[in-house]
């Protein structure tokens, strides 16, 4: 069975990040998650649509840390 919902750190290693810049994601509301008693999870789906987004940033000419407003 795919792997549904992921740890702040799985995340940023699947999108090879840092767990600071999966943080600033979230609160950014660019990237979604849940909060399950007192932990919070990123559901597969959220790490797809990040990707997606910023492939569509690129289509336009731009760079991704641009998009995500960090460069």
Avoid at 9 to 33: H, I, P, Q
Wanted: aromatic share 2%.
């Amino acid at each position: 069975m795919e792997k549904l919902l992921f740890t702040v750190e799985e995340a940023g290693e699947a999108l090879s990040l840092s767990r600071t810049v999966v943080y600033d994601l979230m609160a950014r509301g660019l990237l979604e998650s849940v909060v399950i008693g007192r932990s919070r999870r990123i559901p597969s789906e959220a790490l797809k649509a990040l990707v997606e987004t910023l492939r569509e940033g690129l289509g336009e000419g731009r760079h991704p840390s641009t998009r995500m407003g960090t460069g």
